[in-house]
DNA sequence: AACGCCTGCAACCGCATCTGT
DNA sequence: GACAGATGCGGTTGCAGGCGT
């Protein structure tokens, strides 16, 4: 027996119009039954999934508002990736439509949220340690208490960028391991105390 | 203009569930 | 209850179009 080879792919607009011509008729039942009687050659799941994602006339079309963005993200929260049932509740978006809209948008955004909050967590522990290392170097001064050489590049690695620079922090943190001895100006590290 | 990379989305695939016999 | 076919669902892929170089 010959085999029907279905055809695959991107649907064309005769294909789409003999789908919704058939559709409109006899209803979208019977999916297995809709290619052979609307003479489209394709296999039925691929004629439901074109039916129910692009032909049905009560799809909305464009983008989604933030209303809807934000009814999306709360009802991923309650039923996880159950996209079938977020999209019940959005009239005329289709399961499909949310499932790559959370993928590609806002996936991302919650990607940079992320990434942001764990940046400001680095920050806080690269903070507690920048603090540690002052303190060591302040209690080092008042056991020494003598006079010592001003080394700028102490002060400098001190300055806010050492909160983003952790080699520079390691080198603070070196040189307090090996005693060794420096000076700095309390006045440009207060901040780091507070 | 040509090329490569990236993005968004339509469509496919495989599995789970439902329905009829 | 067992089985087969139909349907539904979520994950994934492939491709067209946009954009930068």
Redesign the pocket.
Known sequence: MQRVLLK????TPEEDQILASYIEAHGP????HVPKKAGINRC???C???WL??LRPDIKRGNITPEEEDLILRLHKLLG?????IAGRLPGRT???I???W???IK?KLQIREESRSESENRSVVRTKATRCTRALIDQELINGGEVGFKESTVVALSEDCLQDHDSLFFIEEMVDHEMCFSWELDSLSWIMD
């Open positions: 695959r792919g991107a649907w039942q019977k999916w297995s039925g799941k691929s439901r999934l074109r994602n692009y990736n159950r996209w079938s049932l399961d499909n439509e499932k790559n809209y993928n590609t948008v991302k």
